[in-house]
């Protein structure tokens, strides 16, 4: 669905991040290879791994903004193998923290080399970002470099505040829905909002213009995080590929059952089941049409949504500049419910 | 011991440290309480910590190399935070790795909150770290900060390459004593090196002579770990507080263990029984004396010294600037074996 969006960045990319990883750790390197594997390249004991991992939204994101704010993207492709670095090292230590044992099909890198490892591992990455990101100081000003430094340190910050909202919230009861967008904006938010607003800063050198872009990709990823947990309650398992209602039997606190708790009883009575089968899900989502949460949910995500785009036409007035932008972000939110 | 050469800093130094810590995590926070905890400045409660933990050796030594090279100390305090910061990460994550329970005479983060939380907060660290250092920018021309973020990038390479092979030589049987420098290097040389190489560059943008300075504390570094490996084993416990031997109890891959391993097969065969009593302990010390593993690590500890004050005599020839930080390798060599 996003291939072809990332497809004409694709080889480009790759080698930014190959050279990347490949100057800072030598091929032979056994800590390398750990890197090489989370990234999709090489299987556990060093060989060439054939399949594709991961959907390099991230970069494409980057390097459309830099272009859609009239930059050449192929100056950016540091800062856009510097992003992808670093949700990849998020993924590492996210595996460790919810106890993930799957990640693309293979095995997370802590069930093959151990938490120790891959809390290394992920540590590394986060230094090869940074490592990534300062190779702009090769082909913008100084003064933009810097400015990349100090989105890039927000965003972390940011990334690991909603981290730690997400982990909290795990062992809560009851979670407003304030507190879930807020962590939403840190977990996901955060990184997609530096992608469009670093993508727009290398362009032009322009602060405010990029950070109207960065409200975009903020705004665009709290709407597609919320899209998903309505996909994750209502979704047609066919457009999917989840069975219908699998964040209700996981008990997940995604934004319709956080309405449906503090608007539904019922429905918190119970959520104090230990394990749902069957029957305990068909009445969740009966007791969460009852309230409407999925209207609500509907309504949430089209406010921001709604935001994302008027950010997206103040950053980029001309339509024809923002063109694969827009197209996009309507594949993004094409997944009908 | 080191105590009277951070003394002038102190304050000033905290002052840093706690302006970072706090602008970016707000005091009601339920997540900063992990980072001022590490820090040494709240209880698990969030209520003040009275004693000081810690001993803030590395910014003292970035801050004395800074006068040393004729700068003003209190310009490059963001850039002792910063190091400051990344140290209490890299201790956060090593004690999840390590299992360690007890830090400072007090429960390690991941003890306190669990280890999925304790990689993230010592993820915030390390995202403080280099905002902190980011804020050199302020201070500095936006090439040296520049220069100052690739310094940093390496170290966190070079101090994951180090915690890497750590974590695998516990593992092997046979270490090289190239490889176990090697380690050292990343380890414990890498950030000391870095601090007087940051610390010469922000008083005087001259790269060369930071590099250096910073060759000085890589070599000092080295020396520094190759002497608490000989103290580990022949150290006066009345002069060390720890109990002689001990390194030989833990079965610890230090130096001259290393050394006896590669010359002595009876310590091979000795070094197979799984735990070590007195009459191991006594035996193995025996071995080590018979091949002189003890001279050929104070001949290694002498070689880096020798380094250390070879470079830093070349980075400042002036004695009298530098005598401060002569002081202070003298008092980190006075512990007597």
Redesign the interface.
């Given at each position: 669905m996003f291939a072809k969006f990332v497809q004409p960045y694709w080889a480009a990319l790759d080698d930014t991040l190959q050279d990347v990883v490949r100057s800072?750790?030598p091929d032979e390197d056994?800590?390398g290879v750990m890197v090489r594997y989370a990234m999709g390249w090489e299987n556990a004991d060093g060989s060439l791994y054939e399949k594709v991992t991961g959907k390099r939204l991230r970069p494409a994101l980057l390097l459309m903004t830099n272009q859609s704010a009239g930059g050449n993207w192929e100056d950016a492709l540091y800062a856009a193998s510097s992003v992808e670095l670093l949700h990849n090292f998020s993924l590492i230590?996210d595996d460790?923290?919810?106890d993930s044992p799957i990640r693309h099909g293979r095995s997370t890198v802590w069930k093959v080399w151990g938490?120790?490892?891959a809390?290394?591992?992920?540590?590394?990455m986060?230094?090869?970002a940074?490592?990534s990101m300062?190779k702009m100081?090769e082909v913008v000003s100084?003064?933009i470099?810097?400015g990349l430094?100090?989105i890039?340190?927000?965003t972390?910050?940011e990334?690991?505040?909603g981290?730690?909202?997400d982990?909290?919230f795990e062992h809560l009861d009851a979670v407003s829905v304030e507190d879930y967008v807020s962590m939403l904006k840190g977990k996901t938010g955060s990184l997609l909002s530096a992608c469009a607003e670093i993508g727009a800063l290398i362009a032009t050198g322009n602060k405010e213009q990029a950070r109207k872009y960065g409200e975009f990709g903020l705004n665009m990823g709290i709407a597609f995080q919320i899209r998903d947990d309505i996909l994750g309650i209502w979704g047609n398992s066919s457009v999917t590929g989840k069975s219908a209602a699998t964040d209700i039997q996981s008990k997940k606190k995604s934004l319709p059952v956080l309405y449906g708790l503090s608007n539904s009883p019922e429905l918190v009575e119970l959520y104090k089941i230990e394990t749902f089968g069957e029957a305990e899900i068909d009445q969740a989502v009966t007791l969460l049409d009852a309230v409407q949460a999925r209207e609500y949910a509907i309504e949430q995500e089209q406010k921001f949504h709604q935001a994302a785009m008027k950010a997206l036409d103040e950053a980029q007035p001309d339509h024809n500049a923002s063109q694969a932008i827009h197209e996009f972000v309507d594949a993004l939110f094409d997944r009908t419910y």
């Open positions: 800072a750790l056994s800590f230590h460790i923290q919810d938490i120790a490892n809390i290394n591992a992920g540590d590394a986060f230094a090869l940074y490592t300062e100081a100084p003064e470099a810097l430094w100090s890039f340190n927000r972390n910050l990334l690991t505040r981290q730690h909202l982990m909290r």
